[in-house]
């Protein structure tokens, strides 16, 4: 079945530095959400993206889907200490539903 | 608008008691999920309906688990009897669509943090 791997498992970095998170897909994706979760929370949808070699920004968050439709990353510029959460992709197979990556737990320093 | 809502927020419950978790979706969303979620094993999908009816439950750990959805506004997940290893943070989704799936974000409910003692 489809798998969508995360990494890094976990990201330690000190506030102003910049973090980026990447997922992968053993399998073409027709689409890719990414969502926030932060400590005690519950995920939170961030971006969808569709196209191949599609680029996003939401202020200092970039996402990018890969040409093949296989990969997607995540990049937060001059992290805050707001950043602080998991970071999951999930990868949708055509038809299929969407499966969660296990996330990237990032952690900023102040 | 409320968003998804879950009850309990938290159950600590004995070994082999029936625990009961309940969600009412956000109003017109046609698509329900239920996720567990432990350290360990991530964020797992449970079970999701359409229009109230089960469409994939073949992440249901096994029998013990079961999912109903009698109508638009609520869905509850039970396990019975419970086990040490069944506890989790449990989380119902939501999201809008239509046909055979749903491409529209999903949203998610605060979670019951479930404890079996």
């Known amino acids: 079945g489809q798998q969508v791997m995360q990494i890094p498992q976990y990201q330690h970095v000190q506030e102003g530095e910049d973090f980026t998170t990447y997922c992968n897909s053993s399998t073409t994706l027709s689409n890719i959400q990414w969502y926030k979760q932060r400590p005690g929370g519950h995920p939170v949808f961030l971006i969808q993206?569709?196209?191949?070699?599609e680029v996003k920004k939401q202020k200092r968050l970039t996402f990018q889907f890969g040409e093949a439709k296989k990969n997607s990353s995540l990049h937060i510029t001059a992290t805050q200490t707001t950043d602080v959460g998991t970071y999951f992709c999930a990868g949708r197979n055509y038809g299929q539903n969407f499966v969660f990556g296990p996330g990237t737990r990032l952690s900023v320093l102040p | 608008d409320a968003g998804v809502i879950q009850s309990p927020r938290h159950e600590v419950t004995e070994m082999g008691q029936e625990v009961t978790l309940r969600c009412k979706p956000i109003s017109g969303h046609d698509y329900l999920f239920w996720y567990r979620q432990t350290m360990m094993r991530g964020l797992e999908l449970l079970i999701y309906f359409n229009n109230n009816v089960p469409i994939d439950d073949s992440g249901m750990p096994e029998d013990r688990f079961s999912a109903k959805m009698p109508n638009a506004s609520f869905s509850t997940l039970k396990i019975q009897p419970s086990e040490p290893r069944d506890s989790a943070v449990y989380f119902c989704?939501?999201?809008?669509?239509?046909?055979?799936?749903?491409?529209?974000?999903?949203?998610f409910g605060d979670g019951t943090r479930l404890s079996i003692l």
């Open positions: 989704a939501s999201s809008p669509g239509t046909g055979s799936n749903s491409n529209q974000p999903q949203h």
């Open positions: 993206l569709v196209k191949s070699g």
